[in-house]
């Protein structure tokens, strides 16, 4: 299953589900993420709380989903609420698309601390809904199917905050 996330500026919570993904699913997801508006990096906490978590950040950056024409992902999931409220490019109109709302932990302020927590409260959400893709995946559903599995695990999650 080729699954694609996209954040409006493709820096943190899309990044972080593009590596969980890639580590989680052991080749069973082969994922990537974009953004509509990508910003053109990816924010420096991302990668470090990756790497504490023992994800590999190698190859993450921050770019366009213009740029995956020809990846055909079977599924477009967005992550932030403004890229869920946009129209995807007319090449993902075969892609099964669903959002999966995650609150963004590159905009707290607080304690070094108190962003720690949120960014690896947001690594455990993530993780929690990869590895219940992961046994999606591992079905081969049809694409009827597979929507249907997905909008179930979708409602099942809900748009759950990562603080």
């Avoid at 869920?84 to 963004?104: M, Q, R």
């Avoid at 995946?137 to 099942?156: F, I, R, V, Y």
């Avoid at 999650?157 to 990562?162: E, V």
Wanted: one cysteine or more; hydrophobic letters at 40%.
């Amino acid at each position: 299953m080729k699954i694609l996330y996209i954040c409006t500026h493709n820096r943190c919570r899309s990044i972080l589900s593009e590596a969980i993904t890639n580590h989680a699913s052991q080749g069973v997801i082969e994922a990537k993420s974009a953004g509509s508006q990508p910003v053109g990096e990816v924010h420096p906490l991302s990668i470090k709380y990756l790497a504490q978590s023992g994800i590999a950040t190698s190859g993450l950056t921050s770019q366009s989903w213009d740029e995956f024409e020809a990846f055909s992902p079977d599924v477009v999931v967005t992550v932030c609420d403004s890229a869920a409220g946009e129209t995807c490019p007319v090449y993902f109109g075969n892609s099964i698309k669903i959002h999966w709302g995650l609150s963004d932990p590159s905009k707290l302020e607080g304690s070094d601390e108190e962003i720690e927590a949120a960014f690896l409260a947001c690594i455990a959400l993530i993780t929690e809904r990869v590895d219940q893709l992961v046994s999606i995946a591992k079905q081969q559903l049809t694409p009827a199917a597979l929507q249907d599995a997905l909008e179930k695990l979708t409602q099942s999650q809900g748009n759950t905050a990562c603080q």
